[in-house]
Nanobody, 116 residues
């Protein structure tokens, strides 16, 4: 009954912005740790941003200062604001949740492409 659905991907120019959303159902916001991960073709999946149930955040080194993760408990949704995008940010972005009662779940992902 737990579902994780991402949205907000697309094609942007270098220097542009995207805002990704991760909406979860079947869970309570405060019972989740949340994360965004990405994978480019031919590369390993990497952690982009994490927000814990207590509000602590962490970011991958390559996105620090450019990306911001935040949550809306009323909507049971976490966002990833991506600014000053670079071509190397291109990849499939997937949302992950770890629920204290129900375990871990992945969304199917949303594609972000940065190209001129």
């Amino acid at each position: 009954q737990v579902q994780v659905v991402e949205s907000g991907g697309g094609l942007v120019q270098p220097g542009g912005s995207l805002r990704l959303s991760c909406a979860a159902s079947g869970t309570r916001f405060s019972d989740n740790n949340w994360g965004w991960y990405r994978q480019a073709p031919g590369k390993q999946r990497e952690m982009v941003a994490v927000i814990l149930s207590g509000g602590e955040t962490n970011y991958g080194n390559s996105v620090k200062g450019r990306f911001t993760i935040s949550g809306d408990s009323a909507r049971n949704t976490v966002y990833l604001q991506m600014n000053n995008l670079k071509p190397e940010d291109t990849g499939g972005y997937s949302c992950y949740i770890n629920n204290v009662h129900k375990g871990s779940y992945w969304g199917e992902g949303t594609q972000g492409t940065v190209s001129s």
